[in-house]
């Protein structure tokens, strides 16, 4: 048995499906390229039929990535693995993953179907899938809630059907370590052709036991494991990439696997991830997290003074964390900006390194010092959240103790440009009316937060909105020295998102997975 892990990375499709993680089609496609650094060996792109925003993603995957398998999910039926395969098959390495449940719960209150349909539909849809590629995925959705001997036989049904992966989900996050390691070894001891195919996880992380169940899984002899970057997934997530691959790297005296990740993509693939989402990593969060590497405590941190290894069991450089702080200003040239973009680890061609060097000019004649978090999110908005419809050209406000707060707003609405005034009962709320005016939008604002992206009273106002239209929820994110001008851009990236979400509703949601 081989002891190289295969890292099936699903945050562009589990991840992404998630509320608030939605992404437009240019920004899966820079994360996918940042997976591809990261060196994963699948890249799960997406649900091709779920959607024609869903579909035509995938494709511009599929024909973009050429290191990366690239999967595409599909339930049994064929016009699910028709769209898999159209979406996909220009890939250098197509994989179609199909999915039905398997356990009795699901049996018989989702599907209405007897167990025997249920090894027919698999059997099946493997033998579809197998016409237009050899190499495919059969995942039994609840696995771990499913009856262990039943379980093996719809495994043994599919492989010889001809599945060359079989993924075992603990789809609710249900499972315990030693009672999963448990049913691996059952499966495998019950699956008599287990050998010709292999066997696969795909945790959910609803008990926070995600990470520890993917790794008892590999030591009862899993060789796939499914993740996301930061953990990101339905409900309380899937299992977390990072943590995976650092604790077999951390721990290889232990778990003697290998990954063929480059752990210094491991950072910028994370913080990518936060940037183009808006939405931050927690600051405990394992691997990733602001504090993960942060000692406070006096003992600990003298502890670290005297000897990294008292308190450290890892080195920030090996996930790409560069801890150099570096302040530029308007002084600072080109091939200096370029340098410490690169630093923080984005690779931008020269095209989009011209344009954000004019805006880094624009933001240095007003604040003096540009620090590491000012560059982020002048990356974020110039370059990795492309908006799909509403873009800000101009706006102008009036407000003060002697005057009915007024704004102007000039927005770019795929092309053409509309400009309208309203007034409100302050700055902001004048501004935000001006928007809905121009938009015509009906959505909800359920939250508005401001934050300063760091000290001083120059440092870059930082605005969060939830906003809510017809049960869909979207954040918006927007950052200026100027708080007016970033709650603008957080509304507009808020409404952006929601212009999104609804050009790729037909999601059915009792099929996500
Ligand atoms: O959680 C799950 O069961 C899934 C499957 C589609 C693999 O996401
Ligand atoms: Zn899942």
């Known amino acids: 048995m081989t002891d190289k892990i295969i890292i099936f990375d699903t945050t562009l499709r589990d991840g992404e499906q998630s509320p608030g993680y939605s992404m437009n089609t240019a920004e899966k496609l820079h994360l996918a390229s940042q997976l591809e650094k990261l060196r994963i060996d699948v890249l799960e792109a997406g649900f091709p ?6 579909f035509e993603a995938v494709q511009m995957i599929a024909k973009k990535i050429r290191s990366v398998e690239v999967a595409g999910l599909a339930r049994t039926s064929k016009k699910d693995i028709d769209a898999a395969w159209g979406a996909i098959k220009e890939a250098a390495n197509p994989r179609i993953h199909v999915f039905i449940a398997t356990s009795d719960i699901h049996l018989q209150h989702k599907l209405k179907m007897d167990r025997n349909q249920v090894i027919n539909k698999a059997v099946e849809a493997v033998k579809y899938a197998k016409k237009f590629t050899k190499n495919i995925e059969f995942s039994a959705e609840d696995g771990s809630r499913s009856d262990r001997d039943f379980l093996s036989r719809v495994f043994e049904a599919a492989i010889s ?117 808006g939405i931050p990593v927690q600051p405990n969060k394992a691997v990733v997290g602001a504090n993960a590497f942060a000692h406070e405590a006096g003992i600990h941190q003298d502890g670290v003074l005297k000897h990294k290894t008292t308190y450290e069991i890892m080195e920030p450089a090996t996930i790409g964390l560069d801890t150099n702080r570096i302040v530029m200003g308007k002084h600072s040239g080109r091939h200096a900006f370029r340098d410490r973009l690169k630093g923080l680890g984005y690779d931008l061609s020269e095209g989009d390194i011209d344009h954000l060097f004019k805006r880094f000019k624009e933001l240095a004649d007003k604040k003096k010092e540009i620090v590491d978090e000012d560059l982020e999110v002048l990356v974020a908005e110039e370059i990795l959240r492309v908006p799909d419809t509403y873009r800000l050209k101009y706006l102008n406000v009036i407000s003060g103790t002697a005057t009915v707060p007024t704004a102007t707003v000039q927005l770019e609405i795929e092309g053409k440009v509309e400009q309208d005034a309203e007034f409100g009962v302050g700055p902001i709320d004048a501004t935000f009316n001006t928007i809905a005016k121009i938009t015509g939008t009906e959505s909800k604002l359920l939250h508005f937060s401001i934050d300063s992206l760091t000290g001083g009273t120059d440092a870059q106002g930082s605005v969060t909105v939830r906003i809510e239209e017809g049960g869909a929820q979207t954040l918006g994110k927007g950052n200026d020295p100027d708080i007016i001008v970033a709650s603008a851009k957080a509304f507009i990236n808020g409404l952006n998102r929601l212009e999104h979400l609804k050009r790729n509703s037909s999601f059915p949601n009792s099929s996500r997975g």
């Open 49 to 54: 039929s779920s959607s024609e925003g869903d």
């Open 161 to 277: 059907a001809g599945a060359t992966t079989v993924n075992l989900p603990d789809t609710v996050g249900y499972a315990i370590p030693g009672e999963f390691s448990d049913l691996i070894a059952h499966v495998i001891s019950h699956t008599p052709n287990i050998g010709k195919a292999i066997l696969s996880v795909h945790c959910h992380n609803d008990l926070g036991l995600a990470t520890a169940n993917t790794l008892a899984g590999i030591n009862a002899g899993v060789r796939q494991v499914e993740v996301t970057v930061n953990g990101i997934g339905e409900r309380a997530g899937n299992t977390s990439l990072e943590e995976v691959v650092m604790a077999l790297h951390t721990r290889r005296n232990y778990l003697p696997y290998l990954t063929t990740i480059d752990t210094k993509e491991i950072y910028p693939s994370s913080h990518l991830l936060a940037m183009i989402t």
